[in-house]
């Protein structure tokens, strides 16, 4: 047997997703790869981190550098790839960089948030001819993989029409509107930030390029306005040290002594990024509620639907094919409980609330024409997102499978979604329907 040969690799912005990445290098996947550097804007992050894979690992602490000290990093660490884990607004620019310094790149989604970013990945590409794999978890998950088998064996036919409605609930659709995300310049919006996920589902599940896109979209439920619509009167900014804030169940407890604590509120003296905004405050910018229609180069149409503010977490999607139809109906998170939330009880403490779920379901049936709908048996899948994690990382870290479901995604691949969400915008902004091809060609 052959000795297996190590990558180095080195990781820039150490929020809490780097997590899935550091976890993989020095534990689940470390016989494939060596961590070699962390790059951050915040150096008390990056410490909290060294602490944490100290005491966990029993490895480091590794060398650190200052976001500015990027290329200091390249040429001193010598790493064969860069895993970008930042702010989505910079995502283009150190992976442009990475690539221009020799280096292939691990993106998380979404590669990046506009037309003009993308393009500029994508002449780097060109002109230093390195990899860049984008990290789409839901492609992994064995459910999803079952419907992209059942699709591309035929057993609906040609594919009409698809019907995507997903749910995000109090709790973790929430989040969003507490931090960077919230103002579209760092994330694009959820049509980018979070969408990218499933535009990127349904082009890899029909093997297909969208061409065209009408979407509407407000911010009609977090935010100041239309809390006092409500007739919200008692508002605070963020939610640390807030009297208002402990009788809110939507705050986030940051002093819980454990990760967010030490990642965010310990060391806000370094950036100044503020973890924990009310959501019900001002200078938010991305929608909550957005509705999308999406026309493809077969002619099949997508109608998707993202509601930020539900009391349930999952998604529902359904295929119309000339030879019949799927329905999945995936309940990730069945309620965010709030029974002891009383805003007459002085005692209440927003700690109070259970936030933990009962066991989520997942259900697939298949129904040809003129027959009875029948529920698709799989082997499930454990871990974060469905299961999706695990097969995706061994994918980034070993690699070498043959996969003919094709759930490596490379950069047209990460093109393709955001342009979904990037056209989406145009057209909230126009009320126009765009032509992604207007924006930049992906094909």
């Known amino acids: 047997m052959s000795e297996i040969k190590k990558k180095k690799y080195v990781i820039i912005g150490l929020g809490s997703r780097s997590d899935m990445f550091t976890t993989a290098m020095l534990d689940t996947h470390k016989e494939y790869c060596t961590l070699m550097a962390l790059c951050d804007t915040n150096q008390g992050r990056m410490d909290w981190w060294n602490n944490y894979f100290q005491e966990k690992y029993g490895t480091g602490p590794f060398k650190t550098y200052g976001a500015d000290e990027f290329d200091l990093m390249i040429k001193e660490q010598k790493p064969d790839v860069v895993i970008v884990t930042t702010m989505d607004r910079v995502h283009h ?56 088998k059942l699709i591309q064996n035929g057993e609906i036919g040609d594919v ?9 609930n109090t709790k973790h659709g929430a989040d969003y509107f507490r931090r960077w995300h919230r103002d579209k310049k760092n994330s694009g919006g959820l049509m980018v930030h979070k969408s990218t996920h499933h535009f990127d589902l349904v082009n890899w599940w029909l093997d297909d390029t969208p061409s065209e896109v009408f979407g509407m979209g407000r ?9 006092e619509n ?16 402990m009788k809110d169940p939507f705050a986030l407890n940051l002093m819980d002594g454990d990760k967010l604590q030490g990642l965010y509120a310990d ?6 990024y503020i973890r ?74 927003m700690s109070d609330l259970d936030f933990e779920c009962e066991e989520f379901s997942e259900k697939i049936t298949l129904q040809k024409l003129w027959e009875k709908p029948v529920e698709v048996e799989w082997e499930k899948g454990k871990g974060g997102h469905g299961g999706g994690d695990k097969i995706l990382l061994d994918d980034v870290f ?46």
Not at 109 to 129: L, S, V
Not at 160 to 168: A, D
Not at 267 to 272: A, H, L, R
Not at 427 to 439: R, Y
């Open 219 to 227: 911010l009609a439920f977090y935010g100041l306005e239309n809390a």
């Open 230 to 245: 409500r007739g919200v009167k008692e508002h605070y900014t963020r939610c640390k040290d807030n009297k208002y804030a």
């Open 398 to 443: 070993k690699g070498g499978s043959d996969d003919d479901l094709k759930r490596a995604a490379g950069p047209m691949d990460g093109a393709k979604s955001i342009m979904v969400g990037i056209a989406a915008n145009k057209s909230f902004e126009t009320g126009q329907l765009v032509k992604i091809d207007d924006l930049f060609k992906l094909s």
């Open 276 to 349: 924990d905004h009310s959501v019900f405050s001002q200078g938010i910018s991305i929608e909550d509620t957005m509705s999308v229609l999406v026309r493809y180069k077969s002619k099949a149409t997508l109608t998707y639907s993202l509601n930020a503010f539900c009391p349930c977490e999952g998604y529902k999607v359904s295929f119309n094919g000339t030879k019949g139809r799927i329905e999945m109906e995936i309940n990730e998170a069945p309620y965010v409980s709030g029974s002891a939330f009383d805003q007459n009880n002085p005692d209440f403490n």
């Open 267 to 272: 060391v806000e003296d370094y950036d100044g």
């Open 160 to 168: 009409i029409s698809v019907h995507f409605e997903w749910m995000l």
């Open 93 to 148: 620019k150190y992976i442009s960089r990475a690539m221009e310094l020799g280096c292939d790149v691990v993106s998380e989604k979404p590669m990046t948030i506009d037309a003009e970013r993308n393009q500029q990945i994508f002449d780097t590409i060109e002109k230093t001819g390195k990899n860049l794999t984008v990290t789409f978890n839901y492609r992994y998950s064995p459910r999803n993989s079952v419907v992209k």
